[in-house]
């Protein structure tokens, strides 16, 4: 069993930036693929990123890149999601998903907000 837990989240203007961060329990934090999906309010769960155990990256669309940045620090049992130039239609609930062999592990989600 992995324990997900997600923080950061917050209200911001459009045009800010926020860092989430994601914490998760496990011995071998290094090798698991670790990524963000996020959900906005009547939409369906939508793919951000994910980052790899060799650090390789792919996000869920190209309009991400450049605003969003993962990164990891398996010291820490962290992986981070940069943003910034936040709009309103970054709004959703962001979910840290944990991926090992054992199975795929989520948090409770944080709410990111983005005021215009």
């Known amino acids: 069993q992995v324990h997900v837990v997600e923080s950061g989240g917050g209200l911001v203007q459009a045009g800010g930036s926020l860092r989430l961060s994601c914490a998760a329990s496990?011995?071998?934090?290094?090798?698991?693929?670790l990524g963000w999906f996020r959900q906005a309010p009547g939409k369906e769960r939508e793919f951000v990123v994910v980052?790899?155990?060799?650090?390789?990256?792919?996000y869920g669309a190209d309009s991400l890149k450049g605003r969003f940045t993962i990164s990891r620090d398996n010291a820490k049992n962290t992986v981070y999601l940069q943003m910034i130039s936040l709009k309103p239609e970054d709004t959703a609930v962001y979910y840290c998903?944990?991926?090992?062999?054992?199975?795929?592990?989520w948090g409770q989600g944080t709410q990111v907000t983005v005021s215009s």
């Open positions: 496990g011995r071998t934090f290094g090798s698991y693929a």
């Open positions: 980052i790899r155990q060799g650090g390789s990256v792919t």
């Open positions: 998903y944990v991926a090992t062999t054992a199975g795929t592990y």
